[in-house]
């Protein structure tokens, strides 16, 4: 028996997981990472522990299992995105705590590149929105701290990754210092139509080219991961967790849609081999994929999904687990009029504001945990619908159904409000560790696991469908009844 070995650096947890040739899961082991919120809008965590956290997962999985490293036909990474790592070469020792994507610091920064009118040549070059979620001007950023004359940054001598290149290099003992297309098309420094770093934007950050790493497709021999005695075993797949998601969800042609449901909620659509450059709040991509010759993807990424779940959880304290959500929601009826805009760092897509903050409307005497607890729940599938109401708006393409996988994609009460709220079928596949299967995917497919789409393609299977089931009048009520939440939120409007 040979195996796949799929890492996926997520915001909240690293997982390993070991996948067989019919894509069967064998193993899956799980650690937290920890995240730090030293100021308003501001997240952090500790490189060190995303590393220890990842390496830690993958020898406890084949500890667990008795799998011997050398059945392992490849490791694949799949990473939270735009997470900004830099390090410093010689002693491998990261140089400040990894600035996390949802971090707004450089929201002053952003909105200075946008007064000074980069917003169309920014789009054009990298299919992005400028704004702090991406890791450009977290790069700056952290050179600003601690190299503030880029003399180390120009000298080779601090590197800089996201969470994928700063795992492929602790796992190749620092001999690779390499990304892939879909994690560089996160940063908000690459050139999506000639697939380089772009100069002009380098020169606009003061960010020197040497600290960059090199770009491959996502499934690619990176290189060889040390396992210990004397083992290695190649990484041969490594794409941002969306991407990853979009491919394990055998989304490869246009019109094809996916949601992920995690710490944030994130619906790509494939769009084939032409970047559309979106005039509705979405952000071009690229997606995984196999070749040189890249597919993109609308994206519609949402800040604060499974999240809000979290902060019930773990700060409110009204809930003991987040699953225990679905019971507290379906105590009611309806929302009852309580909405709840958890714009924790700022609203992502459509609305791109980053000096929004949470917000709760129509509280009255009787609103209890049940109706907070709806609204937070309710509030991932508004969001959701907004972002596919702004693709409907770009593309011509009509989406039939909605893919869906992610830790909250487990919630049926969700799901369910998904689909009403959507009007739109959610389909939901048996295995929802999605975008680990996808770079288990991409991995097989660099190293010969299997030949062709339609061979990974073959194994998927459906869990549940979720079809619209609620009445027209009550889902625009609904609607509207958010919409108004929004617009009392957003400070951007005119
Ligand atoms: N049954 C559930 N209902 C609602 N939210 C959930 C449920 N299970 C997990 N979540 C939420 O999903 C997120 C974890 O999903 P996961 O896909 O592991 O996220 P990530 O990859 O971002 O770390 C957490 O924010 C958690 O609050
Ligand atoms: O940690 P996740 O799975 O919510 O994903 C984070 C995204 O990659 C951020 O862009």
Redesign the pocket.
């Known amino acids: 028996m040979a195996y796949i070995i799929a890492l ?1 650096q ?4 690293s ?1 390993a997981i070991i996948f067989d040739h019919e894509q069967n899961i064998v193993d899956i082991r799980q650690n937290e990472t920890r995240q730090y919120f030293p100021q308003s809008g501001w997240v952090e965590q500790d490189p060190q522990d995303i590393w220890a956290s990842t390496f830690g997962a993958l020898q406890e999985t084949l500890a667990a299992t008795g799998i011997s490293p050398e059945t392992i036909d490849a490791l694949a990474i799949t990473n ?1 995105r735009e997470t900004t790592i830099v390090w410093d070469k010689a002693s491998g020792k990261p140089v400040y705590n990894a600035i996390v994507w949802q971090c707004r610091r450089t929201a002053d920064r952003c909105q200075d590149l946008v007064d000074k009118g980069y917003k169309e040549q920014i789009a054009e070059k990298t299919g992005l929105v400028i704004d702090p979620y991406f890791s450009a001007t977290k790069l700056a950023w952290i050179l600003d701290e601690v190299d503030p004359d880029r003399t180390r940054a120009k000298a080779g001598d601090l590197l800089f990754g996201t969470v994928d290149t700063w795992l492929l290099w602790k796992l190749t003992d620092g001999q690779v210092h390499a990304t892939d297309y879909t994690n560089a098309s996160r940063t908000m420094l690459f050139n999506i139509h000639s697939l380089t770093w772009d100069q002009d934007i380098l020169d606009l950050l003061d960010i020197p080219q040497a600290m960059l790493p090199e770009v491959h497709p996502s499934s690619y021999p990176f290189g060889q991961a040390h396992l210990g005695r004397n083992v290695m075993v190649p990484v041969a797949g490594m794409a941002g ?1 969306q991407q990853a998601a979009l491919f394990g969800q055998t989304c490869f042609s246009p019109g094809e849609a996916k949601n ?5 909620c994130f619906l790509l659509m494939n769009i084939g081999h032409e970047p559309i450059i979106s005039r509705h709040g979405l952000v071009t991509t690229i997606a995984a994929g196999t070749s040189d010759q890249p597919t993109y993807a609308l994206e519609g990424s949402i800040f604060v ?6 902060w019930l ?1 773990d700060i409110l304290h009204i809930l003991d ?3 225990d ?2 019971f507290f929601a379906t105590k009611l009826e309806d929302n009852e009029g309580v909405y709840l805009v958890p714009a924790f760092v700022g609203l992502g897509a459509p609305y791109w504001d980053s000096y929004a903050r949470g917000s709760m409307f129509g509280l009255t005497r009787g609103t209890g945990r049940a109706h907070i607890v709806r609204a937070a ?1 309710e509030a ?1 599938a508004y969001q959701t619908h907004d972002v596919l109401e702004a693709m409907v708006a770009e593309s011509p393409v009509e989406i039939k159904t909605l893919q869906v ?4 994609a ?2 049926d009460f ?1 799901m369910q409000f998904q689909a009403d709220i959507l009007n739109v079928p959610v389909v939901r596949p048996q295995i929802l560790e999605t ?1 680990a299967l996808g770079a288990a995917m991409l991995a097989g497919l660099a190293v010969g696991v299997w030949q062709d789409l339609a061979e990974v393609a073959r194994h998927r299977q459906v869990d549940q469908t979720f079809k619209p089931a609620m009445d027209g009048n009550k889902r625009q009520k609904n609607i509207d009844g958010w919409k108004e939440a929004i617009r009392r939120t957003l400070t951007n409007q005119a």
């Open positions: 996926d997520g915001t909240t947890s997982r939270q967790d992920t449901y995690g710490t944030g999904g499974g999240a809000v779940i979290q959880r687990e987040a699953a959500s679905d729940l991932i996988d992610g830790g909250a487990e919630n969700l975008t």
